[in-house]
Each structure stands twice: as structure tokens, then as C-alpha cells.
């Protein structure tokens, strides 16, 4: 059984940096595109930031780039989201998706291109 299990939220003052865990199990997802979201109050899903396979092409929603950063290490089947420069608007429920294969770039950013969630974490950035 496959599971994603977040950690490393929690409430930051802005300008502050957290990091974010993605720790996966019942498979490996070392060439799976895997991916952060985020769910902010009253507001939709959104992509946060993806990376094709591990090592490979990156992808960052706009809101974020040059700010957050996602990796992941293989040995621990672990996905991050290391996030600085952290702003209110950045306060959301942030979630890992995992989808074993490749995306193309253009599906990245696709919530439903993802067979496996996270349960969430949530962030708090206050002003």
C-alpha cells in the first residue's frame, strides 16, 4: 500500500524558512514525477512546485520561484520543499503527490495528472 506522509509545517513569521517533508513508502518513486500543492483558505488547490524524476526537470509556479525549492533523496524515499523568503500569502495546507512514470512538463502542474496524496501539512505565515 502506497502512502505519502508530510511533515515540517507549522506557524513562521514572514521572512522566515521551513522545510518539508514527503516521506513515501509501499514503493519507490525515485523515476516517478512527484509534486507539491497547496490548498489556502477559501481558495483552490495549487501547484506549488514538481520535479520529473528525481534529478530531473524542475518546475515552480510563478508565485514561488527563486524562493522555494524542491528535491528529494532516494535513499530515505523522501520528498522536500525547502521554502524561504516565506510570505502570508504563503499560508496554506500544503500537500505531496506522487505519479509513478513520466509527465511531460505541460502535466506537472496538474492536480489530476497524481494517483497518490499526502494528507497535508499546514503552514502558517504571519505578517
Known amino acids: 500500500q502506497v502512502q505519502l506522509v508530510e511533515s515540517g509545517g507549522g506557524l513562521v513569521q514572514a521572512g522566515g524558512s521551513l522545510r518539508l517533508s514527503c516521506a513515501a513508502s509501499g514503493r519507490t518513486f525515485s523515476g516517478a514525477a512527484m509534486a507539491w500543492f497547496r490548498q489556502g483558505p477559501g481558495k483552490e488547490r495549487e501547484f506549488v512546485a514538481a520535479?520529473?524524476?528525481?534529478?530531473?526537470?524542475?518546475l515552480y509556479a510563478d508565485s514561488v520561484k527563486g524562493r522555494f525549492t524542491i528535491s528529494r533523496d532516494n535513499t530515505k524515499n523522501t520528498l522536500y520543499l525547502q521554502m524561504n523568503s516565506l510570505k502570508p500569502e504563503d499560508t496554506a495546507v500544503y500537500y505531496c503527490?506522487?505519479?509513478?512514470?513520466?509527465?511531460?512538463?505541460?502535466?506537472?502542474?496538474?492536480?489530476?495528472?497524481?494517483?497518490?496524496w499526502g494528507q497535508g501539512t499546514q503552514v502558517t505565515v504571519s505578517s
Open positions: 520535479e520529473r524524476w528525481s534529478g530531473g526537470s524542475t
Open positions: 503527490a506522487a505519479r509513478p512514470g513520466i509527465l511531460t512538463m505541460q502535466m506537472l502542474g496538474r492536480a489530476y495528472e497524481y494517483d497518490y
